[in-house]
């Protein structure tokens, strides 16, 4: 007979094995501040809730996109603490030149925290995201990344982030470790919350293996706002926000060598307009039960 005691233990574990079985998301994107309607930082104690209700819900990593907040020591350390990995963000305000001495700094940030949480912590490193510039600046500055800190023993993969579109219509930005492409079917305007996975895999996924032959991709947002104005089709509200999440995670499941980071973890009150400040899914959004069991 097995004694009570241990009956928790195990239907937890039973808990998480349905929830990462149904979750075919890579992982989740989150800001570096709460939902607040002032940028107001995470506390550590506040990315460990995150990483915990990811973990709980199925997800296998937290992307973050900018060091501010000493978010990647505290997104690492909350990651560690429930074996999650991170996909890490450099942010470049304005032109790769401009943010050359805040990237600089926030690659022995990387350096040191690389160090400090291993190599597996990490699935790879991105230097901007969507930034102003031109392929040829962004891509210098990743390749000078990328050398310096294959020099000193880092091994993480390092590349960019950009929409889609600038990726396909630009293959030098394909030319790193990997490629990460920004993809959201509701700025499209051609399609409704129900067809957020089609647009990904129909669409975009074909167009990037195209223009980046062999390279891993990652769809590094993808997600649907609650709230806001209608773009053509698209329309905004919870429920098509769970329909899109749900579409998204079932056509992730169908192609496994691309990895989808839904967007986001929580709402950004401090963004500019209602759409943006509503990708928020935790809190809104039932995943396991609901969303994530469509498929």
Known sequence: MIPMKFIPLAAFFSLFLSAAAKNHFAGI??????????????????WNQLAKDAKQQGFGAIRIEGFDCDALDRASSAAASVGIK??????????????????????QTFRAAYKKYGADRYLGLTVGNEVADSPGN????????????????VKTPVSTAHIWVTVRDNPQLCGAD??????????????DSNQAGDFVFNIVVPAL??????????????GWPS???????????????RNAIRSLNCAARKDTSVSVFAFEYDDQLWKSNANEQSFGIFGKIKLNGDALDSC
């Not at 991170?86 to 690659?107: K, R």
């Not at 293996?209 to 993808?222: H, L, N, V």
């Open 227 to 241: 709230r806001g104005s209608a773009h053509g089709k698209a329309k905004a509200s919870v429920g098509d926000e």
């Open 29 to 46: 994107v989150a800001s570096n501040s709460l939902s607040r309607n002032a940028y107001t930082c995470r506390s550590q104690a506040d």
């Open 178 to 191: 990997f490629v990460a492409a920004n993809a959201h079917a509701f700025y499209d305007g051609n399609f």
């Open 138 to 153: 962004i891509m210098n500055k990743v390749y000078d990344v990328r050398g310096y800190l294959g020099s000193v023993g």
């Open 209 to 222: 293996k195209k223009a980046c032959p062999g390279k891993k991709i990652y769809i590094g947002e993808s």
């Open 86 to 107: 991170v996909l890490a963000g450099i942010y470049a305000s304005g032109t790769i030149a401009s943010s050359l001495v805040s990237i600089n700094n926030d690659v």
